[in-house]
């Protein structure tokens, strides 16, 4: 379809654009027709018709059908069997990184995202926004066609503007961009800096590494890159640095594999790293750590100077920190780390959150390299894109330049500075004194807007381009299907202004890796592209030595002072990051890790700091509203609701960016509270703080009412010592001192199976396979992957705040947290919890229309067909896994809206999407299993699938390997073994339900002196 | 009151007494003359009418009997044919022939049909509906449902003989005699 | 120290000096009157709740089962507990008419007619939820054995699927029941009505009923097998009602107390649903002389038992999950009284076990106004009893993670609400067209009924009653 396709509007009916309007008042939330579930205006009940509505809010572009363009086939492409998927290898960039992932793709629409094992930054596994990512390129709400002056234009009006106005090489054009990996941008970019003599390039990310990389400056004189490498270390001290969450560290997905693999314990004789965090906010890490100290974010960096300060004392080449003194001096952690650390030389890691100031990074490089870390389980390497000068810092001149008038081009790339930037920056306003503003992002965003030209960006699975791992390995992004809105990828718009006339990328990016291959491009080209990574690369690492001089220049920093009374710290969101997620449905829905909200963002306190701002020290069981505080920092002033968390420091208040959009898509917008006005460039992570209640409540979606465990033995722990000396301590009998009830009588009987029972149960007919699931509560770290996973997998529908508000959530499985012991210093307990798939399923039995029956291969079936909702199954399951369609969830998530054929392309063929009114929950992905059944039935002759060959969604996206599934009856199974494993144990055992699936119970390798 | 024709055949005659004991009284006395074809009506069961009219057991127990039987047997094959023959599925690890869960609707569906039995099988052994009565026609015999007491002798009685019965009924303290017409 | 005793006559049932065709009048005359203004009035609010009723069903099934506050731990809510309430009020009809039958409770047939008719009505009420709270009510009739496209058949194990037929069956024959009892009378109000209209439709349905002996042979057979078959049905129908719960394995559910302990709260309730209506219906037609103060005074001693009974099955719940140790059994029950619906819980047990004990006074428990009162407290009391139960459960089970608060929404109270505008359209067209007391019972049980009490020349002679002598007990033991 030509171009001018995108200027003209094609009205599928009159109807449509009656509806429209029907949007567009709905965007100016008004009181919507017939849906009285969205009285308030929170409510996302009607997440679609919010999906769906994006033509009213994008302008109104094509009404072209993507599907169209690619489907039907008129040649038959020879690798396509129609209904069986293929995948292809690509990776999804993230600031400058990138993970490898293998898309699963249904007839030229991809539908789902795995790891790629073959990438070292994805060991097969993914994260969160890696599994969301499907759906970002199937919201409607992405920018439609590139604008001049907020009026619609064509791509072709663009290359002409460009062509023209960059004509002109002398131009004062400043490029303002995200961070970015690409060989191809980064290429590109200096074809660009060379061609524009006055040009300036920035790179703005709010969250960002750049502290690190200046301390390893500080430290040793050149600007590396930290690896730590977890598989290999013994002592792990995490100073506020939540490594493991993606949000909390660019590389997380290798972080956790690699963390967890070295905490596998099969049996007695196996060990594993301990790990401490020392941190402001409970935070995942936090919560997986065998020890933890709660410390105000503005204490960790003395308490870092402390410990260096202890470390001196008795190695070489912290002479900088001797006799450094501070509140920290004499802290019983202080002694004890340093003991660890010390007896562990050469194979522990001292890590320290990005950001943290770079002098703080400085002491910490110089504690690994002094501790002989460096090189061994801390490495630093070189990235060739990285300029010479902290980026933020940069940025910031150039926007005081910016202001003096120095550019008459602007040229923004990916980021938006006009949401993200420090407030005391007033971006928008400094923008008004340049004439020409280029903006290219995925929305028409808060820049956008005061942008001339906007550019919808390609989302990079409809676009070519390539990215360097964190590590540094060189990875392809190819595209899985044409770009939806015609966008552009950055690259191709970078070279559009380069060179004036459109560009492709394909070109671009093989032009770049041509120089990679020597000899025989094509094949290793190919390689490339099956692999998805390029395995001969990767950062040079640099051996590393202090500096001379680091001494003098560092000490005078030492002496800062934490912030007495009252500090905020604001990070990245769990799950929007920095916002870039904001409009992503499953994610704004996915509960957070630590606090299981979702749709929201909260002031996180600890349960004193809320009593002492006279606020209740723990969360409502009867009612959803929260009550708000008033956060004044600088001249900002933010209302946003309050949460007790358990553990987190006092006097100190936790915020999340990325929330409190207007107008950049129906799902983002009017969520949570903007609070980056509190964010100046002087403070951008932690600052002092006034905080008083308002007295007023906010409702808050949270999908956990309960966070005591009530001493029930749902999750069971022990420390390694303990494990060692009592490897049963995970059993029922250990647990109550006395067999489950029935046990006895049933061995007596000759059934080992569980205890004794009225009936004469058909167990786990002859028939092979048998299928069950073992989750390792010792890898889990409650990342909420697994949950994405699930809903990308089985269509499960968003429903919106309104609705998980009513405790409807519609998730398949679910990672129940739970709290123990002291409020302030509380063990806290992952737990995932899909369905259980009882043999003798209590849900089952009391059916009255026998909709939910076993399968011959042990699965706990729910026919949906058959489902008449009386929701007797879900009282009656003990696990509470059940979920049951109040409203026509689906109907509403795919078909309103006047173009939802968009969002159903996310759709998984293979399963089928629920109708309002009945049940649905876990079913062991058994779309899955029977197809890799069939495929070894087809191989083989037996329907028996070796083991391996079928992972259910969770399992296969777990970062932690936490979760195995396979078949029971194949004793060599991995799921097998884990069930034989000593600390293997299933819930409610005594209600002789008998569950497939079983937990190993989780260890904490405690340090004895450090009670 | 309409006199005999020939088209209009006589039904019985009707007399009233006073009260259920003189009701009962008639009754006995009118059965040890032998007559076979008569009934008592009262607006409510009279205690002892019964041996005094000298009625036959009912036959309703078994009418019930045979219904119940029917709803046990029945419903059992039902439930057997649709959980065990025809559909079997495992639920919940239970045996198919799970006998003690299927109790609860044999046992009412054993009483639903027994009910049927006594309430259809009474009306079945009354005659009932029956709309249409020669008694009817009798303005007094209203009070059959009020407070009158009646008795009507048949005429297809084999020894009934209208001016004897009408003494007879007259002896037993009858008043308000009168001959009954089917229409 | 000596003792005298008194011998006591048992009054007697029927007040002031009635013959039959007093009774007669007294009973069919208010049908046959024209219909009071009063009347129309109580019709219409009856109406405009059925309505509302009707409204709120159609919107549920036009929205979904969403527009309740059920939630992902409470599967269950008012709904539910509305059906336990209307089944255990109609218990009452039932019992009265069948039990106090097989016992010889002559005192019945006052009350038994409009019990039963409160029976069927309450059944009615009850089985419009378990239709209603499914998620999808246009395949409802999937729990009946029919044969489909899916060629499949309901599931018997399930305790939902034993309702069904419990109930149905339960509806069917109390109806039956009611109607074999109103047959004579209907021949009755056929024999006296005046109008062309009435005199088709009382005497379509009186089935041509002449009051034949020989046809009161049959029928008196006939309502003793009814009242012996209703009898283990009314005890099989609360008592599947409870296997919803017991059958389950959720805590507080999941106990083998629960059918003598629903059936007792569901004799319980519905006595004091009869009282209520009673106590206005005997004012507003004059009954004062068939349903006297005797009548009240011994249904509040059954209330008082039966009340006891709840009480100390309370307690049992108790100790049981005491006695058993099951955790999650101990904890519900702490929950229950302690949790987050202690409230509710707390207002169950002053209704239902408290309450009624203020019936050991004989002075309170003639008292009709305050009787009146205590029926309204019972019945509310005994809604509460079913709030606890379910809710309390299913919102607090196994799993801490999973619990969480239901509470309803304005769609569950008016529902509940409009299900009384069904129950007493019904019941005010039942007063109007229908004899509201058995007519032929009661005759039967007046003392000019026994031949017995008639001399050998016919006169009425009733017996006379001789009181003795007091007796020393000295004399006694000797």
């Known amino acids: 379809m030509s171009d001018q396709s995108n200027q003209t509007t094609f009205w599928k009916s009159l109807n449509e654009l009656a509806k429209n309007k029907e949007y567009e008042k709905y965007a100016e939330r008004e009181f919507p027709e017939n849906a009285t579930e969205m009285t308030d205006q929170v409510s996302r009940r009607s997440f679609l018709r919010v999906m769906g509505a994006s033509i009213a809010l994008a302008g109104f572009a094509s009404c072209r059908k993507p599907v169209q363009k690619i489907l039907p086939y008129t040649k038959q492409p020879e690798d396509l069997v129609l209904g069986e998927p293929n995948f292809y290898a690509t990776s999804m960039p993230f600031q400058d990184t990138v993970t490898g992932l293998l898309v699963e793709n249904n007839e030229g629409r991809p539908t789902k995202l795995e790891g790629n094992d073959q ?25 439609r066609s590139p604008r001049r002056n907020g009026e619609s234009a064509s791509k072709n009006d663009f290359v002409q503007f460009a062509s023209e106005h960059f004509s002109d090489r002398n131009r004062n054009i400043l490029f303002v961009s995200e961070a970015n990996s690409s060989p191809t941008y980064n290429r590109v970019k200096e074809n660009a800096l060379q061609t524009f003599s006055n040009a300036n390039w920035v790179t703005f990310e709010p969250f960002n590494d750049d502290n690190a990389i200046e301390g390893t400056n500080i430290a040793f004189g050149q600007r590396l890159r930290t690896v730590n490498h977890f598989d290999t270390a013994d002592v792990v001290v995490s100073l506020n640095d939540d490594f493991m969450s993606p949000f909390g560290h660019k590389n997380s997905v290798e972080n956790a594999y690699k963390l967890t693999s070295r905490r596998k314990v099969n049996n007695t004789d196996d060990s594993m790293s301990r790990i401490y965090s020392v941190e402001n906010s409970f935070t995942s890490t936090g919560s997986y750590a065998d020890h933890r100290l709660r410390l105000k974010t503005s204490e960790i960096e003395p308490f870092t100077y402390a410990l260096a300060s202890r470390l001196s004392e008795s190695v070489s080449g912290l002479g900088a920190f001797n006799n450094v003194s501070n509140n920290f001096t004499n802290h019983e952690w202080v002694d004890k780390l340093a003991e660890d650390l010390l007896s562990n030389q050469g194979n522990s890691i001292v890590s320290l959150g990005f950001d943290h100031s770079s002098v703080a990074h400085a002491a910490v490089a110089a504690i690994n390299s002094a501790l002989n870390n460096a090189g061994n389980t801390v490495t630093y390497h070189e990235i060739p894109y990285y300029g010479e000068q902290h980026q933020t810092e940069a940025f910031l001149e150039a926007i005081e330049e910016i202001k003096a008038g120095v550019y008459d081009t602007v040229v923004l790339i990916g980021t938006n500075p006009a949401y993200s930037a420090p407030s005391d920056l007033d971006f928008e306003a400094a923008l ?17 807007r005061i942008a001339d030209w906007h550019l919808n960006r390609a989302h990079f699975l409809e676009a070519w381009g390539d990215g360097l791992s964190y590590t540094g390995q060189r990875s392809v992004i190819q595209p899985q299907i044409l770009p939806l809105y015609d966008g552009l990828s950055e690259i191709e718009f970078l070279n559009t202004i380069v060179s004036g006339e459109e560009s492709v990328g394909y070109d671009l990016v093989q032009e770049t890796w041509s120089s990679y291959f020597s000899s025989n491009f094509n094949q290793n080209w190919e390689t490339v592209l099956h692999d998805g990574v390029d395995p001969n690369s990767g950062f040079n690492s640099v051996s590393v030595s202090l500096r001379s001089g680091f001494a003098s220049d560092i000490r005078p920093n030492l002496n800062a002072e934490p912030i007495s009374g009252m500090e905020i710290t604001i990070k990245p969101d769990a799950t929007l990051f920095d916002g870039r997620f904001a409009n992503n449905g499953w994610l704004q829905e996915l509960p957070e890790p630590m606090t299981k909200i979702t749709w929201d963002n909260v002031a996180l306190m600890s349960p004193s700091t809320a009593e002492s701002l006279g606020l209740p020290p723990e969360q409502s069981f009867k009612s959803n509203d929260v009550p708000t505080v008033r956060i004044s920092a600088g001249d900002a002033t933010i209302e946003i609701a309050a949460w007790v968390l358990p553990g987190h420091a006092d006097n100190s208040i936790t915020l999340t960016a990325g929330y409190g959009r207007n107008n950049l898509g129906r799902v983002a917008d009017g969520v949570g509270v903007d609070v980056y006005p509190l964010r100046t460039s002087e403070a951008m992570f932690n600052q002092p703080a006034s905080v008083e209640r308002t ?29 060692r000396e009592n490897p049963d301590f995970a059993t029922y009998k250990s647990i109550h001192g006395y067999e489950v009830p029935g046990i006895k009588e049933a061995k007596a009987e000759g059934d080992d199976r569980g205890p004794i029972s009225l009936f004469e149960e058909q167990y786990g007919p002859d028939y092979q396979p048998q299928w069950g699931m073992a989750i390792d509560l010792n890898a889990c770290f409650g990342c909420g992957v697994c949950t994405i996973a699930c809903q990308a997998e089985n269509n499960i529908p968003v429903i919106g705040k309104r609705e998980v508000g009513r405790r409807r959530i519609m998730h398949w499985i679910r990672t129940d947290r739970y709290f123990e012991g002291d409020r302030d210093n509380p063990k806290v307990y992952h737990q995932p919890v899909p369905c259980m798939h009882c043999e003798m399923a209590p849900c089952e039995q009391v059916c009255p229309v026998a909709a939910t029956t076993h399968s011959e291969d042990g699965m706990n079936q729910m026919t949906y067909n058959r489902c008449i909702g009386t929701r007797y199954c879900a009282n009656n399951c003990p696990f509470k896994v059940r979920r049951f369609n109040f409203f026509n969830y689906t109907k509403e998530y795919l078909t309103t809206g006047d173009d939802p054929e968009i969002i159903q392309m996310a759709m998984n063929p293979d399963v089928t999407v629920r109708f309002r009114g009945v049940i649905e929950k876990c079913s062991y992905c058994v779309q899955r299993v029977n197809s890799a059944k069939i495929k070894s039935k087809i191989a083989t002759g037996s329907k028996k699938p070796e083991d391996g060959a079928v992972q259910t969604a969770c399992q296969q996206a777990c970062p932690a390997n936490a979760i195995t599934f396979g078949d029971l009856t194949d004793q060599n199974s991995v799921v097998s073994q884990h069930k034989q494993n000593d600390r293997n144990y299933v819930m409610l055992e005594e209600m002789n339900v008998r569950p497939r699936t079983s937990y190993l119970a989780k260890l904490r390798n405690t340090n004895s002196e450090l009670a | 009151m309409s006199k005999s024709t020939v088209e209009n055949n006589m039904y019985g005659v009707l007399a009233e007494f006073r009260n259920p004991k003189e009701l009962v009284d008639a009754a006995k006395k009118i059965n040890q003359n032998g007559y076979k074809k008569y009934d008592t009506f009262s607006p409510f069961p009279i205690h002892g009418i019964d041996k005094a009219m000298n009625l036959p057991k009912s036959k309703l127990g078994w009418i019930v009997v045979s219904h119940g039987l029917v709803g046990l047997i029945g419903s059992f094959a039902m439930i057997y044919f649709m959980m065990v023959a025809d559909y079997p599925l495992n639920i919940s690890g239970k045996t198919l022939l799970n006998i003690p869960a299927w109790i609860p609707v044999i046992f009412e569906l054993t009483v639903l049909l027994s009910a049927f039995g006594a309430v259809f099988g009474m009306f079945f052994l009354n005659g009932l509906p029956k709309f249409n009565h020669p008694l009817f026609n009798s303005e007094n015999f209203k009070k059959a449902t009020d407070d009158g007491f009646f008795v009507c002798i048949e005429s297809d009685d084999p020894q009934f003989d209208v001016e004897k019965v009408q003494t007879l009924l007259k002896d037993a303290g009858g008043t308000n005699i009168e001959e009954i017409y089917d229409n | 120290m000596s003792k005298t005793y008194e011998y006591v006559p048992e009054p007697a049932l029927v007040k002031g000096n009635h013959d039959f065709k007093s009774l007669t009048a007294l009973i069919t005359d208010i049908n046959m009157r024209p219909t009071p203004k009063g009347w129309y009035i109580a019709f219409g609010i009856s109406n405009i709740l059925l309505f509302v009723l009707l409204f709120s069903i159609g919107y549920l099934i036009w929205e979904g089962t969403g527009i309740w506050g059920l939630n992902a731990p409470a599967g269950w809510g008012w709904a539910i507990i509305n059906f336990v309430w209307w089944v255990g009020i109609g218990h009452a009809g039932t019992l009265i008419s069948a039990i106090l039958f097989l016992f010889r409770q002559d005192w019945r047939t006052a009350i038994n007619r409009f019990a039963e008719a409160m029976t069927i009505f309450a059944v009615m009420c009850a089985g419009i939820f378990p239709a209603i709270h499914v998620g999808r009510i246009w395949v409802i009739y999937w729990v009946f054995p029919l044969p489909n496209q899916m060629a499949m058949w309901p599931n018997f194990n399930s305790p939902l699927l034993w309702d069904v037929f419990a109930v149905s069956t339960y509806f069917t024959v109390s109806l039956l029941f009611w109607y074999v009892g109103l047959v004579p009378d209907l021949a009755t109000i056929r024999d006296r009505i005046k109008s062309k209209m009435g005199k088709v439709l009382y005497g379509t349905f009186a089935l041509g009923w002449r009051g ?19 009898t283990p049905l009314v005890l099989s129908v609360h008592t599947i009602v409870s296997f919803d719960f017991a059958v389950s394995l959720i805590p507080g559910w999941h106990t083998t107390i629960f059918p003598p302990y629903f059936v007792a709260g569901a004799v319980f309730s519905g006595f004091a649903m009869v009282l209520t209506l009673m106590i206005i219906v005997r004012k507003i037609y004059g009954l004062e002389e068939i349903m006297t103060v005797d009548h009240i005074e011994k249904m509040n001693i059954i209330i008082m038992v039966t009340g006891s009974m709840v009480g100390f099955a309370y307690l049992m719940e108790f100790f049981v999950a005491w006695y058993s140790g099951v955790e999650y059994e101990k904890a519900i029950f702490i929950l229950r009284a302690t949790g987050p619906y202690a409230w509710a819980y707390w207002i169950m047990i002053t209704c239902n076990v408290i309450s009624p004990q203020v019936f050991w006074s004989k002075k309170l428990r003639r008292n009709v106004a305050f009787t009146f009162f205590i029926s309204i407290v019972v019945n509310i009391g005994m809604w509460f009893e079913r709030f606890v139960i379910a809710v309390t459960s299913l919102s607090t089970d196994f799993l801490p993670s999973s619990w969480g608060y239901y509470s309803p929404t304005f769609w569950d109270v008016i529902t509940y609400v409009g299900t009384f505008g069904l129950f007493f359209t019904f019941f005010l067209l039942f007063l109007r067209f229908l004899p509201m007391v058995a007519v032929a019972e009661i005759k039967a049980i007046l003392p000019q009924a026994d031949p017995h009490n008639y001399d050998e020349n016919g006169e009425y002679d009733p017996p006379k009653v001789e009181i003795p002598e007091p007796v020393k007990d000295s004399e006694q033991k000797g």
């Open chain 1, 119 to 143: 990438h070292p930054a994805s060991g097969g596994r993914t994260n969160i926004y890696n599994q969301a990512g499907i759906l970002n390129l199937y919201d409607p709400d992405r920018s």
């Open chain 1, 432 to 448: 008004g004194n340049v004439d020409t503003k280029i903006h290219l992002s995925d929305y028409y965003d808060e820049t956008s």
């Open chain 1, 695 to 723: 007295g007023s409540v906010y409702e808050i979606a949270c999908v956990q009412d309960h966070n005591n465990i009530e001493g029930r033995d749902m999750v069971r722990e022990a420390t390694l010592e303990e494990y």
């Open chain 3, 212 to 230: 034949s002996n020989r046809h009161w042979w049959n029928y008196e057979k006939s309502y003793m097998i009814l009242a012996g078959l209703a």
